[in-house]
């Protein structure tokens, strides 16, 4: 098990507390503040992921519940429309996103904005987010949408435009929360639905045409 290098800010004042406590003699407060931190810790766990289905599968972003599934207009990405899979990340899910399909970034775009419940449905247009977009190698385009929810204090994307990516790399993590929308056009199957839990850089979500898919 690996972990974000974004955790040390928030777990070293822990691990301090810690062994100051300790020293002055303080041992319960001391394995109080020690608890405390590890459990800050797993919010920036990293477990290896590997997928070994077919290379045209779109993968999940983001480890949580598929709380929306919706067919939407988004112009930020292209034309034509695009389904959109919701996922939702609880305090116990991994808060470490991947990158769902190999390909280009040709665009990664942080926009600043509320903190309001990720469940909310208008958390995706009013909350901090960060939009990933990824040209597949045939042409199409997916987006990754990462969505601070209300404990969350900061999207983290480490891709830039240009950059070459592929499937099940990290792409970035959301900081205490809470919410991923997954991108992906409205000509692909999807293979999840409402409810379904998802599992980064694992669990298939779409998948291109049968004629695409087999060429």
């Not at 109080?32 to 810790?41: F, H, K, N, R």
């Not at 040709?106 to 990720?118: D, E, F, I, T």
């Not at 950059?163 to 099940?168: E, K, P």
């Not at 199957?189 to 980064?200: A, I, M, Y």
Request: charged share 20%; glycine share 12%; proline share 7%.
């Amino acid at each position: 098990m690996t972990f974000a290098k974004e955790s040390w800010p928030f777990v070293l004042p822990f691990a301090l507390l810690a062994a100051l406590l300790a020293a002055i003699g303080r041992p319960g407060w001391a394995a109080a503040a020690a608890a405390l931190g590890l459990g800050v810790l797993a919010f920036f766990r990293d477990p290896a992921r590997r997928f070994a289905g077919p290379p045209e599968a779109v993968l999940s972003p983001a480890n949580g519940l598929v709380t929306g599934v919706e067919a939407v207009e988004a112009a930020e990405i292209g034309p034509g429309r695009y389904h959109r899979v919701v996922t939702f990340l609880s305090i116990f899910d991994v808060h470490v996103q991947r990158v769902p399909t190999a390909g280009e970034v040709v665009a990664s775009r942080h926009a600043a904005g509320r903190k309001v419940a990720a469940f909310r449905a208008d958390a995706g247009e009013v909350n901090e987010q960060h939009l990933t977009i990824i040209r597949r190698p045939n042409g199409d385009l997916v987006g990754v949408r990462q969505i601070a929810g209300l404990l969350a204090r900061r999207v983290v994307c480490h891709l830039a435009a240009g950059d070459q990516v592929v499937r099940g790399q990290p792409l970035g993590l959301i900081k205490f929360g809470s919410r991923v929308d997954l991108l992906v056009p409205a000509s692909y199957g999807l293979l999840v639905g409402k409810g379904d839990r998802l599992c980064d850089g694992v669990t298939p979500v779409a998948e291109p045409p049968a004629a695409e898919a087999g060429a």
